[in-house]
């Protein structure tokens, strides 16, 4: 059974920082990509930002660039969202997601798998 597990969710501070874990089993994920998306209540789901398993430069959303940082390690078949810099507009829950398509991991359709997502809020 394919799964994709958020962890590192939580209640922070505004300026504070949390790291997202995302781990992958089931299947191995070598030619797939790893994006990270947010949906605030209200809001549409906004991508994040996304890395090759391979382990391709990660493309950022302008609105975390310089404040998120994404990651992966292979040994233990999972992806990291290094949040630092949180605002509470930053609040939301965070799922990642896997498909070997780009266009789908970036558009947040038609992806293979899903996380359960993980609550992050960000206090002012």
């Known amino acids: 059974q394919v799964q994709l597990v958020e962890s590192g969710g939580g209640l922070v501070q505004a300026g504070g920082s949390l790291r997202l874990s995302c781990a992958a089993s089931?299947?191995?994920?070598?030619?797939?990509?790893v994006g990270w998306f947010r949906q605030a209540p209200g809001k549409e789901r906004e991508f994040v930002g996304a890395?090759?398993?391979?382990?391709?430069?990660?493309i950022y959303a302008d609105s975390v660039k310089g404040r998120f940082t994404i990651s992966k390690d292979n040994a233990k078949s999972t992806v990291y969202l290094q949040m630092n810099s949180l605002k509470p507009e930053d609040t939301a829950v965070y799922y990642c997601?896997?498909?070997?398509?780009?266009?789908?991991?970036?558009?947040?359709?038609?992806?293979?798998?899903w996380g359960q997502g993980t609550q992050v809020t960000v206090s002012s």
């Open positions: 997601a896997a498909d070997p398509r780009f266009w789908a991991v970036a558009g947040g359709t038609k992806v293979d798998y």
């Open positions: 089931g299947r191995t994920f070598n030619s797939y990509y």
């Open positions: 890395i090759h398993w391979s382990g391709s430069i990660p």
